[in-house]
């Protein structure tokens, strides 16, 4: 039988093995909503259905009064410069741990790699509430913790990111610069940087897209910001102050999708 035909029998081990793959998904996807305590009927009933409809009504008046404006600008503001601040602390952070964490060339002894890896998987297991939470004890309430918190987190997410990008970068001009003598530091800033610095970006423009959700989720927990608001005005059931505060986060988040769109046009132009 030729190798062909063989590649492509049943018996094959790598196509056993997806089917197996497959099958063991289907698995979890049932016992999933076997295990849930999925209502629909109770979801979608009239009564649920119209409490649902009376609320959303409620957010259809957002409360334009100037004293609160007044408020929400500077809230809106404080939110942004904490997911921007802490994306760019997250950036360096990242960069500096992603170094020793990946092997840039096949005899690279990488002697660091393992134990910075650990160090970016436990940043970035730990969620941004938890972060914030632990970093409140130390640095109070208020903006700052919340800060901190998205760095940490983010620290760890782009650490990994940025480490496989070194990894998978072209080998070519790095390996005519230590053909010739040159010292790894400056292979890696003439050589795999300039390669990787448009994927680099990305990663951290789509990051920060990501910060400005959390950064208004933490406010919840003290951090300030649009988060804080919300959190308030949804405990007293104030609909049109909550309102606001909604339409403030999706107009920062359509900015700074815009604008995050239009840097990745032009570094892909």
Do not use: C
């Not at 334009?64 to 997911?83: H, I, Q």
């Not at 050589?191 to 910060?211: C, D, G, K, M």
Request: aromatic share 8%.
């Amino acid at each position: 039988m030729s190798e062909g035909l063989r590649r492509g029998s049943p018996a094959d081990p790598g196509r056993a093995g997806g089917v197996l793959v497959l099958l063991g998904l289907a698995v979890l996807v049932v016992a999933s909503f076997a295990t849930l305590d999925l209502q629909w009927a109770r979801f979608f009933s009239a009564d649920a259905l119209a409490r649902m409809g009376r609320f959303l009504l409620e957010l259809l008046r957002p409360a334009t009064e100037p004293r609160f404006v007044a408020k929400l600008v500077p809230a809106t503001l404080e939110t942004l410069a904490m997911s921007l601040v802490g994306t760019l602390l997250a950036a360096v952070l990242g960069l500096l741990l992603a170094l020793p964490a990946s092997r840039t060339w096949e005899g690279d002894p990488a002697r660091w790699r393992g134990a910075t890896r650990f160090v970016l998987n436990v940043l970035r297991s730990v969620p941004e509430l938890m972060w914030a939470s632990l970093l409140m004890i130390a640095a109070g309430l208020g903006p700052f913790a919340g800060t901190l918190a998205l760095a940490a987190h983010t620290t760890g997410v782009l650490g990994r990111l940025f480490a496989e990008a070194i990894e998978n970068a072209p080998e070519g001009p790095a390996f005519a610069l230590r053909v010739r003598g040159v010292g790894e530091g400056r292979v890696l800033l003439f050589a795999t940087l300039p390669t990787v610095l448009p994927q680099l970006l990305s990663y951290t423009l789509y990051r920060w897209e990501n910060n400005i959700r959390a950064a208004a989720v933490l406010g919840v927990v003290g951090a300030g910001g649009l988060g804080q608001m919300l959190a308030f005005h949804l405990g007293l059931f104030q609909m049109s102050e909550t309102s606001s505060v909604l339409l403030a986060m999706m107009l920062l988040v359509l900015g700074v999708d815009a604008l995050s769109f239009e840097a990745r046009r032009r570094m892909a132009a």
